[in-house]
């Protein structure tokens, strides 16, 4: 259960005309995302928090551009949420114990770690848009025509950006080998 204080009547008939007319948006957002109905509610609580502080910056007359913000905002929160899943699951992962003895083996699995968060560190200095659409296909699995379901572009754009940003990425670690 969400409860949120106002200073005011009017903010709090403002924040209520919000959950009234984008509940659903919020809800259809996190939807596409294959998230699970109680991980829905509690990012959903989270938005609404965020959206109650951020109430001077919408403009209930513009409503496309409301609905825009909205999207933006709930997508932002959810790729946050999904990074920090993953992060958490790569995690615990390291806390295993490593279950090969064999001293190749164990060379392997260091190297190929070290490679990940190299890798990892070269996406982060990319452009969001690029960022955006590797993190969607790469780290939480989406398929192209999801991805640009999600960020309400064209499929096409969805692959040239997969393409410009792998192209830079390559670039990115082949500096990093001559140096």
Known sequence: MLILVFDTQQERDKFVAIYEAYGKTIYYTLKRYS??????????QEIYIILADHLDD???GNTKR???YIITITRNYC???LRGRNKRQEESLEDQPY?????DDTLEYIINKEQIHRLSD??????DIYKAVLELKYMNGFKDEEI???????????EMRLY???IMLRKQLEALEDV
């Not at 998230?35 to 959903?44: A, M, N, V």
């Not at 279950?99 to 001293?103: E, R, Y």
């Not at 070269?122 to 452009?127: H, P, V």
């Not at 640009?148 to 969805?158: E, P």
């Open 79 to 81: 790729s946050n949420y």
């Open 99 to 103: 279950l090969h003895t064999d001293s």
């Open 58 to 60: 919408i403009d209930m």
């Open 148 to 158: 640009a379901s999600i960020l309400n572009i064209k499929k096409k754009t969805v």
């Open 35 to 44: 998230l699970d109905e109680y991980t829905i509610e509690d990012l959903s």
């Open 122 to 127: 070269e996406i982060q200095k990319l452009d």
């Open 66 to 68: 409301t609905q825009n």
């Open 164 to 166: 410009r940003a792998r």
